[in-house]
């Protein structure tokens, strides 16, 4: 089983920046993937970046791109999510989700299903 603990979220002015941070721990970790969603209330949940962890591959939801970036740490089995220039748009709940298994040939990590485990979410709240 996979352990996932979020943090780094809070109350920021739009056109600031936060860090958020998933720390991963679990027997199953190689071979697998991580990524981050969030949701607003009444909105499905929306894909932002995912990473490979042995490749260090990685892919953006529409929304992320320019602003956001995703990163890890490898001793620490940390991932990262770095957001700039946040809107009030951004405010959700923030999750972190990990997949246990090999990644199929066709990708499917811009989706929720593809993810085994998730945080609990971190709220970020973006005043305008």
């Known amino acids: 089983q996979v352990q996932l603990v979020e943090s780094g979220g809070g109350l920021v002015q739009a056109g600031g920046s936060l860090r958020l941070s998933c720390a991963a721990s679990?027997?199953?970790?190689?071979?697998?993937?991580m990524g981050w969603f969030r949701q607003a209330p009444g909105k499905e949940r929306e894909f932002l970046a995912a990473?490979?962890?042995?490749?260090?591959?990685?892919y953006y939801g529409d929304s992320a791109k320019g602003r956001f970036t995703i990163s890890r740490d490898n001793a620490k089995n940390t991932l990262y999510l770095q957001m700039n220039s946040l809107k009030a748009e951004d405010t959700a709940v923030y999750y972190c989700?990990?997949?246990?298994?090999?990644?199929?040939?066709?990708?499917?990590?811009?989706?929720?299903?593809?993810?085994?485990?998730w945080g609990q979410g971190t709220q970020v709240t973006v005043s305008s």
């Open positions: 679990g027997r199953t970790f190689s071979a697998s993937a």
């Open positions: 990473m490979k962890w042995n490749t260090d591959t990685t």
């Open positions: 989700g990990a997949r246990a298994g090999a990644i199929p040939y066709y990708n499917p990590l811009r989706s929720r299903e593809a993810y085994d485990y």
